[in-house]
């Protein structure tokens, strides 16, 4: 299996511009979060998805993000417009079943985004 | 709802040093617990985890770790460590029967030669 994909792997942009984060979670998961992870605030969860349905958003900073899961394998995550204050790394993690149990979280490798 | 406490933020260890890593939980219902490892520019990845059973849970890279109901502790420990285990480390507690998984915020640590 070739894991949780994410692109891009990086991503520099100006404030104000949109950004669009793509997820591809492993085949037959049915659950898949975005996280941030910032040296000042750690991992958050953004979002939450369970059978391609939003279960729990609210770690969404405010309405310039918005994510959506138009098919059980293929989630996005959009910053519009994007603020310096948004740079960090997003990741994306995939699982069976829900949030909770005793099934482990598989993570993508990260998008770094750069707002300048 | 459950809450994970990772009490240093950062340890430093010399090279073939024990170590152990702290964590914490509180949760009024039954829970099971993991260990994730980061390593720098990469995703978290899982190191071991508790379910039920014997309270010693074994992982990869000769990392293991102790649940201690009581104390509502699941330290990680390892005795002998390499360069190559410089990583952040997040301990995660998801409720048994619940909709809820929760990250600590990470231990930071640093093998020097």
């Known amino acids: 299996d070739a894991g949780v994909i994410q692109s891009p792997r990086h991503e520099v942009t100006e404030m104000g511009q949109e950004v669009t984060l793509r997820c591809k979670p492993i085949s037959g998961h049915n659950s898949l979060f975005w996280y941030r992870q910032t040296m000042m605030r750690g991992l958050e969860l953004l979002i939450y998805?369970?059978?391609?349905?939003?279960?729990?958003d609210s770690g969404m900073p405010e309405d310039r993000f918005s994510a959506k899961m138009p098919n059980a394998s293929f989630s996005t995550l959009k910053i519009q417009p994007s603020e310096p204050r948004d740079s960090a790394v997003y990741f994306c993690?995939?699982?069976?079943?829900?949030?909770?149990?005793?099934?482990?979280?598989?993570f993508g490798p990260g998008t770094r985004l750069t707002v300048l | 709802a459950q809450s994970v406490t990772q009490l240093d933020s950062q340890v430093p260890v010399f090279e073939e040093a024990p170590v152990e890593l702290r964590c914490n939980y509180s949760s009024s219902v039954s829970v099971y617990l993991f260990w994730y490892v980061q390593y720098p520019n990469q995703g978290l990845q899982l190191l071991l985890k508790?379910?039920?059973?014997?309270?010693l849970v074994k992982g990869i890279n000769g990392f293991e770790a102790e649940f201690n109901k009581s104390q509502t502790s699941f330290h990680l420990r390892k005795p002998s460590v390499h360069i190559s285990d410089t990583a952040e480390y997040f301990c995660?507690?998801?409720?048994?029967?619940?909709?809820?998984?929760?990250f600590g915020p990470g231990t930071r640590l640093s093998v020097l030669p």
């Open positions: 995660a507690v998801s409720e048994r029967d619940g909709q809820n998984f929760v």
């Open positions: 998805f369970n059978n391609n349905v939003p279960i729990d």
């Open positions: 993690a995939s699982t069976q079943g829900g949030s909770g149990g005793y099934n482990e979280q598989f």
């Open positions: 508790y379910l039920s059973g014997s309270t």
